[in-house]
């Protein structure tokens, strides 16, 4: 009798440790997971940040009208950067194709992984910033219909989902006011 408890609570210690070390393997990838797009968050920012000091650069020196026709900014800055893993341009939420109407309402991008979830696929700092420069060509090209706005200030879309905010200030110049972007939902 005392020896099958033994075995019994020897059995169920086994069971709970087998259950342990699994619950730690999936603690440890979760939290290599969360590792990871903490480091590619902090990139998008970092490239984010940057884009946006370009265009407030751009747009200090340009007079006024002059926003159809912004060129882009060189990237020699971006020569001497180190290389490192930064968001692809399918993590900036630009699908490869839409499961539905593209101008419907309810449309869920689908990446090239076929799923509604990003790839990262490791593009490099300096190929990011060159898909960023050629975003920033494409403003000049694309203008936003939204809410009525004053002469003096304007929304332009960078690509689906991007929307940058432009205001002309006294003397020609014009200010960068606003970086919008929106992410679909996962459905």
Known sequence: MLRSQVENLTRKAQVQEVELERTTKQLEEALA???EETARSK???DVIKSLTAQLKD???RLPVGSARTIKSPSLNSFDSSPEYIAPSSNTLNRPNSRESDPDGPNTVPVFSNGTSTPVFDGAS???QA???AESINRISTRAKESEPRSENEWVEQDEPGVYI???ALAGGAMDLKRVRSFQPKAV
């Open 43 to 45: 990139a998008a920012k």
């Open 165 to 167: 905010t432009l205001t």
């Open 58 to 60: 751009m747009a200090e």
């Open 125 to 127: 700092y300096r190929q």
């Open 33 to 35: 997971i969360a590792s």
């Open 130 to 132: 060159n898909h960023a």
